[in-house]
């Protein structure tokens, strides 16, 4: 069965630092992987997806994921944050037929 | 393009009550999924509905039902509601055949406590 693990519950960083969002996935069979950000009360906002072809995706916002199928991840990176990008990310994996399976997510804290 | 929309946004039960949920799907969208988000977690896909059919289901107990209308709109009901049913739900759409890349569009939740 296909799962996603995010390894970091909680990523503090400075305004205008990088940032990378760990996600791994297990998976037999050929994958459709996603980026999703959810802002307080509000629900989930779809940033990147991986179905094929180039390995680095490009998403909203200045956000880029690059996908690495010896390693199984599928890391989320911004190379300069900004205090509106604060908020809950998930990694999700499509199992098929339109089913996603999320990670628990990681909660991007961008402070002055 | 109208994007999804959910209806209520908040709402209080007690245990053991009966609520209904409704969703209306993104135009042109004909599959309707549900999601459960409990605090500081990760969606848990419910079920899906597509023609009318529930198709597929997560690991969820069967006072979990819904419905899905000509129109592509949907309806979660959960019956006997515990406290644990306490959370956000997450309807989300998705478009028909080759427009289909996995993707799905959520609407903004409705919020249950149950007390």
């Known amino acids: 069965a296909q799962s996603v693990t995010q390894l970091d519950s909680q990523v503090p960083v400075f305004e205008e630092a990088p940032v990378e969002l760990r996600c791994n996935y297990s998976?037999?069979?050929?994958?459709?992987l996603f980026w999703y950000v959810q802002y307080p009360n509000q629900g989930l906002q779809l940033l990147l997806k991986y179905l094929s072809g180039s390995t680095l995706v490009k998403g909203i916002n200045g956000f880029e994921a690059e996908f690495n199928k010896s390693q199984t991840s599928f890391h989320l990176r911004k190379p300069s944050v900004h205090i509106s990008d604060t908020a809950e990310y998930f990694c999700a994996v499509n199992t098929g037929f339109q089913k996603l399976v999320f990670g628990t997510g990681t909660r991007l804290l961008v402070s002055p | 393009e109208t994007g999804v929309t959910q209806s209520p946004t908040h709402l209080i039960k007690t245990r053991g009550q009966q609520v209904t949920l409704r969703c209306s799907s993104q135009?042109?969208?004909?599959?309707v999924s549900w999601y459960q988000q409990a605090l500081g977690q990760g969606p848990q896909f419910i079920f899906q509905?597509?023609?009318?059919?529930?198709?597929g289901r997560g690991n969820f107990p069967p006072r979990f039902s819904g419905l899905q209308f000509p129109n592509y709109s949907s309806e979660l009901n959960v019956n006997a509601l515990e406290l644990d049913d306490s959370a956000l739900y997450l309807c989300?759409?998705?478009?028909?055949?080759?427009?289909?890349?996995?993707?799905?569009?959520f609407g903004e939740g409705s919020r249950l406590t149950v007390l």
């Open positions: 135009s042109g969208h004909n599959t």
């Open positions: 989300a759409s998705s478009p028909p055949g080759q427009k289909n890349t996995g993707e799905l569009f």
């Open positions: 509905y597509y023609r009318e059919e529930e198709n």
């Open positions: 998976s037999s069979v050929s994958v459709y």
